[in-house]
């Protein structure tokens, strides 16, 4: 069976991808740092799939360890790069940490797969491209304007979409597939592996986890003075099982489709836009804890808006975000509650 190399494969969406991978039985090597992340990943992923995936502790930004991994494992067909630094804030207080990782990781990637002859690249890329997308383009489709980005961590992305661009030109071999995620959230059904912030989280989902287990004394909403419904933001929030699926789908998709483009972009959500409210609702509803919370001012940089058109990754990919919102939100809750210990 094909080998599939995941880089950032022990991170919060690279651990559910090689779940998925594995159990439609590609095999799987890992490149991982460890950064922001465990080795006892591993373990979770082990214990769902019932085998363990290849792994290498590396930063895929050293050429002579990455190329090392390649020669190890020659049967590797494609590439699914998810090792990036994300915090948006950090970026904007360390910039040339963002920049040296992000871009640096997907040159040396680049390099090293066109040694090895190995042509499939899949990118983890991010609706913050869009910005904030005009009335027009709501639900936003991957043909909407790409806005000047708010944070560097923002600005990675839109860059490497572009350096893939340039490379592809330059080198007619590579195919690559670029997916723009919307809000991934919840964690696997098993409660084996989720997500696990650093810290104080800055995302959502964590935030009302964590205040539903006691750990923070409430929730802040940021801002009901939005030109929206109720007044709070509204985000894709879409399931991180459906969102690895989709790069299985991706893979299959490079591997085997007679009539794919050289580089082709699919934006993944779920079609539906929740309010920051209407989430908290949800959750309530999914879990039967009352979370306490409170209305605050805006954050900065904060987008008012945004949902996904993902009709080209349902038609193209035969593949579709369809988990009901408070099973994902459930899900979430069973991992916060496996990680603290409550019963
Ligand atoms: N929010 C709160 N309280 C919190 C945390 C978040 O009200 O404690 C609100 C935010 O204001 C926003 C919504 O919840 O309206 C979602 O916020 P997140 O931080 O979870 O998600 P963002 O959409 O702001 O950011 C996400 C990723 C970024 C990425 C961005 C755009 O975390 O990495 O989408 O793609 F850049």
């Known amino acids: 069976m094909a080998r599939i190399l995941v880089t950032g494969g022990t991170g919060y969406i690279g651990s559910h991808t090689v779940v998925e991978l594995m159990e439609q039985g590609y095999d799987v090597t890992i490149v991982d740092n460890l950064s922001n992340s465990s080795v006892d990943v591993l373990d979770g992923i082990a214990a769902i799939v019932n085998r363990k995936p290849k792994f290498a502790n590396i930063d895929c930004s050293n050429f002579v360890d990455l190329d090392n991994v390649f020669r190890q494992f020659p049967d590797i067909v494609g590439v699914i790069h998810f090792a990036a630094s994300k915090a948006v804030n950090e970026s904007v207080e360390k910039p040339l940490l963002y920049y040296r990782n992000n871009l640096g990781s997907l040159c040396t990637l680049l390099e090293v797969m066109k040694l090895h002859n190995v042509s499939n690249l899949v990118f983890s890329s991010s609706c913050t491209v869009y910005g904030q997308p005009d009335e027009a383009h709501l639900p936003v489709d991957e043909t909407a304007p790409i806005q000047k980005a708010l944070s560097p961590y923002g600005n990675t992305k839109q860059i490497n979409e572009e350096i893939i661009n340039d490379e592809a030109h330059a080198d007619k071999n590579l195919k690559a597939t670029i997916l723009r995620y919307f809000n991934p959230i919840g964690a696997h059904p098993s409660a084996l592996i989720g997500e696990l912030p650093n810290g104080v989280p800055q995302n959502l989902l964590p ?13 802040k909403v940021f801002g009901n003075d939005y ?11 879409i399931y991180v099982v459906d969102l690895a699926k989709a790069h299985v789908k991706a893979i299959d998709h490079m591997l085997h489709a007679k009539d794919r483009g050289q580089v082709e972009v699919f934006n993944l959500g779920t079609g539906t836009g929740l309010s920051v409210l209407t989430l908290i ?8 804890i009352k979370l306490p919370y409170t209305i605050v001012g805006r954050r900065e940089g904060d987008i008012e808006q945004v949902w996904a058109e993902p009709r080209k990754a349902n038609e193209v990919l035969g593949w579709k975000a369809d988990t009901p919102i408070q099973d994902v939100l459930a899900s979430a809750w069973k991992w916060e509650k496996h990680i603290r210990n409550i019963k």
Request: some cysteine.
């Open 227 to 237: 030109n929206t419904p109720d007044g709070s933001c509204i985000r894709d929030y």
């Open 207 to 219: 935030y009302i986890t964590q205040t539903a287990a006691g750990i923070r004394p409430i929730l």
């Open 281 to 288: 609702k949800e959750f309530e509803a999914a879990t039967g």
